[in-house]
């Protein structure tokens, strides 16, 4: 155990495998409440109703950026630097950015009530899109304070009780979506399902204020103490681009495709990216927390911890994309039905954004921690500006072959400018952070997953019929030959295991 007690002391290395452990917690009940969430709304709406559902949730969520403009995590990396220097500003950030924060939510919430009309005539071209826009604009201004007081929790470390807001609002809208379904007209049914959104945002924003009122009661007080307003003003400017410029990386493939295609185009090219980001959410379930701890710690820390963090991604990561590629069609059929299945060839290219996701969320909280989001900012802006270019390229150039090879293209485009997205972060953070990203260690990862793919595509190519049984022998043989065929060149060390045994009996006590 020599290694460990080398990267981490002792309290550093309890709160990161105990926040682990409910960040963990956290991503698996909030992924799998989105994922059984999706697959309602894919199944009840259909690929038209759901093209719909995506283009105003995808456009809303746009709209919610300007809402945010890098304030919840502005918040965030301030609450973490008061609660080690000085308690006593804690009021005086969290005031002071509230106000910022309301203002913005406003506007953008007016903003999108007043473009509902365009947007869907002019721009969109269907008139079913108005309403669900109107809806939509009540919606992000609720959820833009839901995400901000969510921060505060993470500034505490306080994983467990993000656990359980999770829990209370994917179960909430899960029992909402259904009563829509079942209760309301279908010509209604996407009206409802936002408004259902609003319900369960409210209810989940006033449980968030009563249990931090009991955590911590200083964050209402007055304000009493100064704050530098400029300094905080710049670290918010640079996240303002950076999250605008993020957000419509993520959502802009929908837009642009609703813009050339028919909705049910959307619809199938969200579920395969949903179950793309649902898998990269379950890797990357440290994100949140990654900020307040990169925050606290100090150069030569930061580093260790990143080494460790990241090795263990491109270990986990790795597989599940070439999983992917090899059963992802399956997935897609079997959870959203067999009316998706025209979203398999896009899926296919869209596997392999896991690690450049994952990665993106532990680079951007890297740049953040250490009030260096300018360089962030920047590669976000010219990522963007290709990942538009490269969409709008591709989907004209493949939409001759046909619209299913037109979101082909789209996807192309995307996992394009995530691998450029990927490098460009490894030589800033080099060069501006004076950091390395470890990536020899993808080596190993990369084989094993070479071994596992080539063994589960011969496999399956004696499979006349997939069943749900099969499949699932399928999942397991392969994990089991990826993690045989790591052990074998030694990409998976007796280090590796003495960390899991000390993490499970570090959890252990913790649950007890």
Known sequence: MEHLKHLFNSN??????????????????????????????????????????????????????????????????????????????????????????????????????????????????????????????????????????????????????VSFKQSVNQVLRIVLALLVFYFISSSYHIIGIFAALIITSIFVLFLTLFYLKKLIPSLYHKPKEKIDKKRVKRFAGFLIIASISGIFFLYVDSIIIGIFLLPEYVGYYRAAFSLIFGAASFVAFLEPMLIPIFTKLRKIQTQNVLDKLLRYVFIIAIPISFGLLVLGKYFLTFLFGASYFKGALPMMFLSFLILPLVSAGFFSSLFSAKEKPKFLAQLMVSITIINIFLDLLFIKLFLLISPIWAITGVALATLISWIFYFIASTYLIKKKLNLTIPLKLLAKPLIASLIMTGILFYTISFVKNMTLILGISLIIFGALIYLFSMILIKGINKQDLDLIKFSIKKLKRKII
């Open 12 to 161: 550093l290395k309890e709160r990161i495998i105990k926040d682990s452990f409910w960040s963990f917690i956290s991503r698996t009940i909030n992924r799998i409440g989105a994922l059984i969430f999706t697959i309602i709304l894919a199944r009840f709406l259909m690929p038209e109703g759901y093209g719909v559902y995506s283009i105003v949730f995808s456009t809303a969520m746009i709209f919610c950026t300007f809402a945010d403009l890098g304030i919840n995590s502005t918040l965030s990396r301030y609450l973490s630097s008061a609660l080690v220097k000085d308690r006593k500003k804690i009021p005086s950030y969290h005031w002071y950015l509230l106000k910022i924060k309301f203002v913005f939510s406003l506007i953008i919430s007016i903003l999108l009530l007043i473009l509902a009309y365009p947007l869907s005539f002019y721009v969109f071209k269907n008139s079913d899109l108005f309403l669900p826009f109107i809806i939509a604009s009540f919606y992000i201004f609720v959820l833009s304070f839901e995400g901000f007081y969510i921060e505060v929790f993470y500034s505490l470390e306080k994983i467990n009780y």
